[in-house]
């Protein structure tokens, strides 16, 4: 196995083509809707093209829901409204059609796979295809210990790259990227008050469920003494994925970035994947031109992460429950945006007013002087 070195990535990330864009926009400006008139779906449509190299775009026609899963066992500490160690619950619930992300996934003709990373569980409680890239059982307790070793931090790493490629291989042309995990927005915190040098009260939210003033402070005194841990190892980001984050959110990491190299369009979900795409960026400063907002989930941290990779929501309907769910909601607006670029007609060309002839043009002239003489 080769030795994974996180500066390839920057080598190897491309920008989305900019001549596409310019080509993309010239259309927008020939059709006969007026530029601007559709807002932020003008915006997406040429980022679309970009992306795919297309123009008109093409539409998004095999998307998918990715979420990533863990348990983290900082949730032992009360920082959680569920009970540490219960994420395969909600997995189960996904994956037999009960949760939010489902209900929508089923209405929009999306599939959704979920994939274990470090489920506090047995593996054989759940199929085969969920838990073969599976790292560990629950990620440790980031307040008083690394969440992964070493060599699990690459694994997971790894593994996210890899579920990047079979999405790329299978046809898969835009990814909807959410988590469903158990004390992962305080993980998430850490991470991003450590790359956006700030405390723990400024990106500490209260979850998916809405945690109390209590919890609220055990999860901001958990995300402190994390980020005690976390910052002597802030320039060496696979290290700090292995402190402070996570199997599941190191293998977010890692898939952001393959992604990114496979030219995959990505919808980022809630703060979890926030946080993740933000370690991304330090890695490679290239890659967040390949993702999307999906929504502005109340998260303070979320905000936080997005304000600094200049990443502005599609939407804001205050959507906490996470899972992919936000971020689904979006999807309906980017391929709305792709169908108005392709398919709006262009407007017919006016015809150009025939140029006096050499004659024509004496004539004129002689009869403008005669009327002056005159």
């Known amino acids: 196995m080769n030795a994974l070195n996180l500066d390839d990535f920057t080598d190897l990330i491309e920008r989305p083509d900019g001549g596409v864009r310019r080509d993309a926009e010239a259309r927008r400006e020939r059709q006969i809707v007026p530029p601007g008139s559709l807002g932020r779906l003008d915006d997406l449509g040429e980022w679309l093209s970009a992306a795919q190299s297309a123009v008109p775009v093409r539409p998004i026609e095999r998307p998918r829901v990715l979420l990533f899963a863990g348990d983290h066992k900082v949730a032992e500490l009360g920082v959680s409204a569920r009970p ?62 690394d969440a992964l070793t070493a060599e699990e931090a690459e694994a997971a790493f790894r593994a996210g790259v890899a579920v990047a490629d079979e999405e790329a291989d299978s046809g898969t042309d835009l990814v909807v990227l959410g988590d469903v995990s158990v004390g992962g927005t305080t993980a998430a915190g850490v991470l991003i008050a450590g790359l956006c040098g700030t405390d723990a009260s400024v990106v500490t939210g209260r979850g998916g469920l809405a945690i109390d003033d209590l919890a609220w402070m055990r999860k901001c005194a958990a995300i402190r003494d994390a980020l005690r841990r ?43 994947a926030a ?100």
């Open 84 to 145: 540490a160690g219960s994420a395969v619950q909600l997995v189960r619930d996904v994956l037999e059609g009960g949760r939010p992300v489902s209900v929508l996934a089923r209405r929009l003709g999306v599939p959704v796979r979920v994939v274990d990373m470090a489920l506090d569980c047995d593996p054989a409680e759940l199929p085969d295809e969920v838990v073969r890239h599976r790292v560990r059982r629950g990620s440790g307790r980031i307040d008083i210990e």
């Open 230 to 272: 976390a910052r002597p190892v802030l320039g060496d980001q696979l290290q700090l994925l292995a402190t402070a984050a996570g199997a599941d959110l190191t293998a977010m990491t890692g898939f952001l970035l393959q992604s990114a190299v496979r030219k995959t369009p990505v919808i980022l979900d809630g703060v979890v």
């Open 275 to 374: 946080a993740c795409a933000l370690v991304a960026q330090r890695i490679a400063f290239r890659a967040p031109d390949w993702w999307l907002a999906a929504h502005d989930s109340g998260e303070p941290g979320q905000a936080k992460a997005l304000d600094r990779m200049a990443l502005e929501p599609l939407l804001s309907h205050g959507v906490t429950v996470g899972e992919g769910a936000g971020g689904l909601l979006a999807l309906p607006l980017v391929q709305a945006a792709a169908a108005l670029a392709a398919e709006l007609p262009e407007r017919p060309e006016e015809p150009e007013e025939p140029e006096d002839s050499g004659d024509e043009k004496n004539e004129k002239e002689a009869e403008a002087g005669a009327e002056e003489v005159g």
